[in-house]
């Protein structure tokens, strides 16, 4: 069980004030506040290790490398991946999928294949497939869902066919909270030889992730999200695929050996990691996954299952509010419009009174027309929230309701 006023004690920024009122976060899908013992984990390295890695033969060098190649292999069992080298550090999700639609979609998708990704995903799971099917000449299939915001199964696995090259889908739904039931999406695919790209962005700070048991031929996932620092992330992917996959950027530490004639690439992990990369942020990320681990994924789960279901309720019986995306699996998100007031007035007014909501098409247009709406507003939960800070959250739409009427 959590200890809540324990738990907000470890984020300084939870103590702030915003407009003169305790600052209410809940705006934790778009990025997570970060524990002092990450902060303090930064702060140590540029103060007593700064250093690049991989190169020097002196201590800070070592000593820095040493802590870079710890934080992969934090992420490694963190995930359940077979090898250290399977974990490609990135800038964070959104470069993640980009290297994978580059690189390894380069290899599979020709003239006439499919990608098919779904009707829930982020722009950064659909514009690189998009890029690539236009260079490719193939097309960008959209699995369909339902009023609820559910996939459509059976949709899906019509759509299935020997045109089909890569699936690219979320975990969970940035814009509507659904989880994606992962487990027969991936087993219909596999049956037919197809790969499956997972976005975890969503959910990998929420709820257990086993890259082994689930499957999946490529994971990606950003640090912000999962209380480490920004500019961080990372892609798990499968060996068999990664040693296949040429270099998504050239430079400095990818390779063995250059001369003016030839070019012998590095070793896995190396060769997808070109120049100097976010050491402190790799670093930090580690530390943040190991707090994420004292605490514990099932305690962090109920939680935020139990923040979901009491916001859920208390909104729902505000005369006027509308919930978008009613799955009867969701995670962490509610996100709702007003009868006759805009979304960014909502989160303006709510701003007002200290409560930090997003506001907008979340990254995810395509969902939005998919329910006939410009934009929500999107309050989403982490562990350290509270019930009153939902019930101040439920007053100030009460008002804004007010206001307006």
Same mark, same amino acid.
């Given at each position: 069980?959590?200890?809540?006023?324990?738990?907000?004690?470890?984020?300084?920024?939870?103590?702030?004030?915003?407009?003169?009122?305790?600052?209410?976060?809940?705006?934790?899908?778009?990025?997570?506040?970060?524990?002092?013992?990450?902060?303090?984990?930064?702060?140590?390295?540029?103060?007593?290790?700064?250093?690049?890695?991989?190169?020097?033969?002196?201590?800070?060098?070592?000593?820095?490398?040493?802590?870079?190649?710890?934080?992969?292999?934090?992420?490694?069992?963190?995930?359940? /991946?077979?090898?250290?080298?399977?974990?490609?550090?990135?800038?964070?999700?959104?470069?993640?999928?980009?290297?994978?639609?580059?690189?390894?979609?380069?290899?599979?998708?020709?003239?006439?294949?499919?990608?098919?990704?779904?009707?829930?995903?982020?722009? /950064?799971?659909?514009?690189?497939?998009?890029?690539?099917?236009?260079?490719?000449?193939?097309?960008?299939?959209?699995?369909?869902?339902?009023?609820?915001?559910?996939?459509?199964?059976?949709?899906?696995?019509?759509?299935?066919?020997?045109?089909?090259?890569?699936?690219?889908?979320?975990?969970?739904?940035?814009?509507?909270?659904?989880?994606?039931?992962? /487990?027969? #999406?991936?087993?219909?695919?596999?049956?037919?030889?197809?790969?499956?790209?997972?976005?975890?962005?969503?959910?990998?700070?929420?709820?257990?992730?086993?890259?082994?048991?689930?499957?999946?031929?490529?994971?990606?996932?950003?640090?912000?999200?999962?209380?480490?620092?920004?500019?961080?992330?990372?892609?798990?992917?499968?060996?068999?695929?990664?040693?296949?996959?040429?270099?998504?950027?050239?430079?400095?530490?990818?390779?063995?050996?250059?001369?003016?004639?030839?070019?012998?690439?590095?070793?896995?992990?190396?060769?997808?990691?070109?120049?100097?990369?976010? #050491?402190?942020?790799?670093?930090?990320?580690?530390?943040?996954?190991?707090?994420?681990?004292?605490?514990?994924?099932?305690?962090?789960?109920?939680?935020?299952?139990?923040?979901?279901?009491?916001?859920?309720?208390?909104?729902?019986?505000?005369?006027?509010?509308?919930? #978008?995306?009613?799955?009867?699996?969701?995670?962490?998100?509610?996100?709702?419009?007003?009868?006759?007031?805009?979304?960014?007035?909502?989160?303006?007014?709510?701003?007002?009174?200290?409560?930090?909501?997003?506001?907008?098409?979340?990254?995810?247009?395509?969902?939005?027309?998919?329910?006939?709406?410009? /934009?929500?507003?999107?309050?989403?939960?982490?562990?350290?929230?509270?019930?009153?800070?939902?019930?101040?959250?439920?007053?100030?739409?009460?008002?804004?309701?007010?206001?307006?009427?």
């Amino acid at each position: 069980m959590i200890d809540t006023n324990l738990i907000r004690k470890d984020f300084p920024i939870l103590a702030t004030f915003v407009n003169n009122k305790p600052l209410v976060y809940l705006d934790n899908a778009a990025t997570t506040q970060k524990p002092q013992v990450v902060i303090d984990t930064l702060v140590d390295y540029y103060t007593n290790t700064n250093s690049n890695i991989h190169r020097g033969v002196h201590r800070l060098s070592q000593e820095a490398t040493k802590q870079y190649e710890d934080a992969r292999i934090i992420v490694q069992k963190f995930i359940n /991946a077979k090898h250290s080298e399977e974990i490609i550090f990135t800038r964070g999700a959104t470069e993640s999928v980009n290297l994978v639609a580059a690189t390894f979609g380069d290899i599979v998708v020709n003239a006439g294949d499919e990608v098919l990704i779904s009707h829930l995903e982020h722009h /950064a799971n659909i514009v690189p497939w998009q890029v690539l099917c236009h260079k490719k000449n193939a097309t960008l299939k959209v699995i369909p869902i339902n009023d609820s915001g559910e996939i459509l199964l059976d949709e899906y696995e019509k759509m299935l066919s020997s045109k089909t090259k890569i699936v690219a889908v979320s975990h969970i739904s940035n814009a509507l909270g659904t989880i994606t039931p992962i /487990a027969p #999406i991936i087993e219909m695919a596999h049956s037919r030889g197809i790969p499956v790209l997972l976005d975890t962005a969503q959910s990998i700070q929420h709820i257990p992730i086993d890259v082994q048991q689930m499957d999946c031929d490529f994971i990606i996932a950003s640090g912000h999200k999962m209380y480490g620092p920004t500019g961080i992330g990372f892609l798990y992917g499968k060996r068999e695929h990664l040693d296949k996959m040429q270099p998504y950027q050239t430079g400095g530490d990818m390779i063995l050996s250059v001369s003016f004639e030839k070019t012998i690439y590095n070793d896995l992990p190396y060769k997808f990691e070109a120049g100097t990369p976010n #050491i402190a942020g790799a670093i930090g990320l580690g530390k943040a996954i190991e707090y994420i681990q004292k605490i514990g994924l099932d305690a962090i789960n109920g939680r935020e299952n139990g923040l979901l279901a009491y916001g859920t309720e208390i909104l729902q019986n505000i005369d006027g509010l509308h919930i #978008i995306g009613t799955s009867a699996h969701k995670s962490s998100i509610i996100s709702f419009v007003l009868d006759g007031i805009h979304p960014h007035d909502i989160g303006t007014f709510l701003d007002a009174d200290g409560i930090a909501v997003r506001t907008g098409h979340h990254c995810a247009e395509p969902t939005m027309h998919r329910f006939g709406i410009p /934009a929500t507003t999107r309050i989403s939960v982490a562990f350290y929230n509270t019930k009153e800070e939902l019930d101040a959250v439920a007053d100030s739409i009460r008002n804004v309701i007010t206001m307006f009427r």
